[in-house]
């Protein structure tokens, strides 16, 4: 999996959540099709906890996927090796 900048996370969830017409599915869907399929930021059985996790909890679903995605790649962030130059 590759490990992306904080700029490209929040370019990818902010162009999709606000451009995308279907509601939640459609929206999860296409979330899918860019973080899992396309730039292998988490990894499928990642997707579908904060997916089900998502389902689990009250309120807005999407939202709660959503910051599921979004602590799944802060991990990501913050333990990505450091490299000197």
């Known amino acids: 999996m590759s490990q992306p900048s904080l700029r490209q996370i929040g370019s990818v969830f902010a162009r999709y ?3 995308t017409l279907g509601g939640g ?3 999860t869907a296409v979330i899918h099709g860019e973080i899992v399929t396309k730039r292998h930021w988490v990894s499928e059985e990642q997707f579908a906890l904060s997916f089900a996790l998502g389902r689990l909890t009250p309120g807005t679903n999407l939202l ?3 910051v ?3 602590w799944i790649l802060k ?3 913050r333990h990505r090796p ?3 130059y």
């Open 68 to 70: 599921g995605i979004g």
């Open 64 to 66: 709660a996927f959503c």
């Open 75 to 77: 991990v990501s962030i």
């Open 25 to 27: 599915s459609a929206t």
């Open 82 to 84: 450091q490299v000197a």
């Open 17 to 19: 959540a606000n451009l």
